[in-house]
């Protein structure tokens, strides 16, 4: 929701026909989405999870497709989409965008919670910025919130079934 109260998400539209994904971003014009506009990011495509967060006038969608991949774009209904490859690719992805407006992707990659911290909006990783870190003692479903000391918390399911919160301290 910006500040104008519009609604907007991406989500994943399964075609029956056959079998693929779509990766569509629709906004709302107003807070009881009386006018929705949807538009195709990507299509052709085997989508497992969406998330997506709003820094200034840009979206920022993760979602995986058998890689992790980030599109960040300022309108997205008119094709201006940078799209990025988070290296050792993921599945459950989780954003969250401190104060700075560089986005945190939470998201599970060989059986433990990884964090990618972005260096630019687009998550290059190619960005002198941007590092992987990971949660130690394996994880799956993170999920990414900013503390009000502008830090990440991290929450997660361990493989014996417990919840956890992580906590980043730098």
């Known amino acids: 929701i910006d500040d104008a109260d519009n609604i907007s998400i991406a989500y994943a539209n399964i075609v029956f026909t056959n ?69 050792g690719g993921g599945t459950s992805p989780s954003i969250a965008i401190p104060t700075g407006g560089f986005p945190l992707i939470a998201y599970e990659s060989g059986g433990e919670v990884r964090i990618a911290k972005c260096g630019d909006i687009s998550c290059d990783p190619s960005h002198a910025n941007f590092r992987i870190y990971r949660i130690p003692g394996g994880g799956s479903q993170p999920d990414i919130a900013i503390g009000s000391d502008n830090l990440p918390v991290i929450s997660y399911i361990t493989s014996a079934g417990e919840v956890r919160i992580a906590k980043c301290v730098n």
């Open 19 to 87: 079998g693929s994904s779509q990766l569509l971003f629709a906004s709302c014009s107003d807070i009881n989405c009386s006018s929705v506009k949807i538009s195709l990011l990507e299509q052709n495509i085997s989508v497992s999870g969406t998330a997506i967060a709003q820094t200034g006038p840009n979206f920022v969608i993760v979602y995986s497709r058998g890689s992790l991949r980030v599109a960040s774009c300022s309108d997205c209904h008119n094709g201006a989409i940078r799209k990025n490859e988070i290296p």
